[in-house]
T-cell receptor, first 110, second 116 residues
Framework: EDKVVQSPLSLVVHEGDTVTLNCSYEVTNFRSLLWYKQEKKAPTFLFMLTSSGIEKKSGRLSSILDKKELFSILNITATQTGDSAVYLCAATDSWGKLQFGAGTQVVVTP | GAVVSQHPSWVICKSGTSVKIECRSLDFQATTMFWYRQFPKQSLMLMATSNEGSKATYEQGVEKDKFLINHASLTLSTLTVTSAHPEDSSFYIC????????????FGDGTRLSIL
């Protein structure tokens, strides 16, 4: 059975801290790994990773995929209160279907 | 970037009513759109894959007669919750990606459905 597991489920950090979110996956016919940020509405796209070992960066966020070990991490440096959200990891199969993890709730305190 | 519009954003209606939710890709064509359901404090669960010009593919446990999906054009998919009951109350979200392979899915803003 396909599954995507995220850890931790939640964490609280102070502004300026760095957080690392983990995502492991077991998906038949895996094609890509995606990270989304969800605040009050629907998820917003952060990264899509298809190749192992190539880091993707966007501002203070970065992510990398390890296809041998079947996991990905999302890093957020110099966190701000606006980074508070649920971060969702999802894996796609060859049909493009997304299998989501349970999410990691990040709370950044001032 | 890709924009997906979902309407309405909030619906409150009586039990037994049918509710239609629209999902539009505004600046790209999408042969495939996806419908998800999300309960509070839980992750998104895929309900069905909407295919333009053909029948939708439903995930196990999702009643196709309850959740009617129509994908009549490359930019519009609709989900109709028929004879809705309080247990159908949830957050419904659609997503779409560009027709080309390996493009990320972008989500609409979601529809919060409350059945009284």
């Amino acid at each position: 059975e396909d599954k995507v597991v995220q850890s931790p489920l939640s964490l609280v950090v102070h502004e300026g801290d760095t957080v690392t979110l983990n995502c492991s996956y077991e998906v038949t016919n895996f094609r890509s790994l995606l990270w989304y940020k969800q605040e009050k509405k629907a998820p917003t796209f952060l990264f899509m990773l298809t190749s192992s070992g190539i880091e993707k960066k966007s501002g203070r966020l970065s992510s990398i995929l390890d296809k041998k070990e079947l996991f990905s991490i999302l890093n957020i440096t110099a966190t701000q209160t606006g980074d508070s959200a649920v971060y969702l990891c999802a894996a796609t199969d060859s049909w493009g279907k997304l299998q989501f993890g349970a999410g990691t709730q990040v709370v950044v305190t001032p | 970037g890709a924009v997906v519009s979902q309407h309405p954003s909030w619906v409150i209606c009586k039990s037994g009513t049918s509710v239609k939710i629209e999902c539009r890709s505004l600046d790209f064509q999408a042969t495939t759109m996806f419908w998800y359901r999300q309960f509070p404090k839980q992750s998104l669960m895929l309900m069905a894959t909407s295919n333009e010009g053909s029948k939708a593919t439903y995930e196990q446990g999702v009643e196709k007669d309850k959740f009617l999906i129509n994908h009549a054009s490359l930019t519009l998919s609709t989900l109709t919750v028929t004879s809705a009951h309080p247990e159908d109350s949830s957050f419904y979200i659609c997503s779409a990606s560009r027709t080309a392979l390996n493009q990320p899915q972008h989500f609409g803003d979601g529809t919060r459905l409350s059945i009284l």
